[in-house]
């Protein structure tokens, strides 16, 4: 395990807080830099690798959005692998290489980790878990409390892109297509809204997608939400 830290995790993650070997990272912070945002996930995504990304991008890109969304600029990353016995090397490198590109797209930090193996035939190749801290303007509040009857649903993209892609890769029904995974960072655009006046909330929809973010809006403001289904941004190669 060793061997697999030093020659895969430290050569694609290498950074000041990870090369110290603490078994903490010290994470510099005034208070008046703003409010702490801090949120975790875990990705157990299969196949491993799709069109478009693989498990590790997908893990940077959902935490680091969970904290846009929220209104906050991603700051720090931990990231916990399960590894299942007999995952190829090769498999293992791309993996982690992805969690880096994306981290350094996104202008985050991976400060801490831990790997841990378990016995083939009880994991799914890699299992990830990633948290975050981001730190937010005091002045910006957002929640899906503070929704009002009269607001309006605003769709930033096409839905259902990544859950169809990863359909497709993985072969089942006879299914085929060239559709590719949308995940991404969605922080440019968040940061871009939190400038607009009237923004009350935001969610990155994953699991469950636009419905279930509809229906959650529903449940905690009391109101009923109406979408219209021919504005519903779809990708033909999604509705067929």
Same mark, same amino acid.
């Given at each position: 395990? #060793?061997? $697999?830290?030093?020659? @895969?995790?430290?050569?694609? /993650?290498?950074?000041?807080?990870?090369?110290?070997?603490?078994?903490?990272?010290?994470?510099?912070?005034?208070?008046?830099?703003?409010?702490?945002?801090?949120?975790?996930?875990? *990705?157990t995504v299969?196949? @491993?690798?799709?069109? =478009?990304?693989?498990?590790?991008? /997908?893990?940077?890109?959902?935490?680091?959005?969970?904290?846009? $969304?929220?209104?906050?600029?991603?700051?720090?990353?931990?990231l916990g692998?399960?590894?299942?016995?007999?995952?190829? *090397?090769?498999?293992?490198?791309? $993996?982690?290489?992805?969690?880096?590109?994306?981290?350094?797209?996104?202008?985050?930090?991976?400060?801490?980790?831990?790997?841990?193996?378990? #016995?083939?035939?009880?994991?799914?190749?890699?299992?990830?878990?990633?948290?975050?801290? +981001?730190?937010?303007?005091?002045?910006?509040?957002? +929640? @899906?409390?503070? $929704?009002?009857?009269?607001?309006?649903?605003?769709?930033?993209?096409?839905? =259902?892109?990544?859950?169809?892609?990863?359909?497709?890769?993985?072969?089942? *029904?006879?299914?085929? +297509?060239?559709?590719?995974?949308?995940?991404?960072?969605?922080?440019?655009?968040?940061?871009?809204?939190?400038?607009?006046?009237?923004?009350?909330?935001?969610?990155?929809?994953?699991?469950?997608?636009?419905?279930?973010?509809?229906?959650?809006?529903a449940r905690?403001?009391?109101?009923?939400?109406? /979408?219209?289904?021919?504005?519903?941004?779809?990708?033909?190669?999604?509705?067929?």
């Amino acid at each position: 395990m #060793r061997e $697999v830290i030093e020659h @895969i995790f430290a050569r694609h /993650l290498a950074n000041p807080f990870l090369d110290t070997g603490s078994d903490a990272a010290v994470l510099p912070w005034r208070a008046g830099d703003g409010e702490l945002v801090f949120t975790t996930d875990s *990705f157990t995504v299969q196949p @491993i690798e799709f069109p =478009g990304g693989n498990i590790g991008s /997908l893990a940077v890109h959902g935490t680091t959005n969970d904290l846009a $969304v929220a209104g906050a600029i991603p700051k720090y990353l931990s990231l916990g692998v399960l590894l299942e016995e007999g995952l190829e *090397f090769a498999v293992l490198d791309r $993996v982690v290489a992805a969690v880096a590109a994306a981290a350094r797209e996104i202008g985050v930090v991976v400060v801490a980790g831990d790997t841990k193996v378990v #016995r083939r035939g009880e994991g799914g190749g890699i299992y990830l878990n990633t948290s975050g801290i +981001g730190v937010k303007d005091p002045a910006l509040e957002l +929640g @899906i409390g503070r $929704v009002r009857a009269g607001d309006v649903v605003l769709v930033s993209g096409p839905v =259902g892109d990544h859950g169809i892609a990863v359909m497709l890769a993985r072969e089942q *029904f006879g299914l085929r +297509g060239d559709l590719r995974s949308d995940a991404a960072s969605v922080l440019p655009l968040a940061r871009a809204l939190c400038r607009l006046r009237g923004l009350r909330f935001m969610r990155d929809p994953t699991r469950g997608g636009l419905a279930t973010v509809a229906h959650e809006i529903a449940r905690a403001s009391g109101h009923s939400l109406a /979408l219209e289904q021919n504005a519903v941004p779809l990708r033909p190669e999604v509705v067929s």
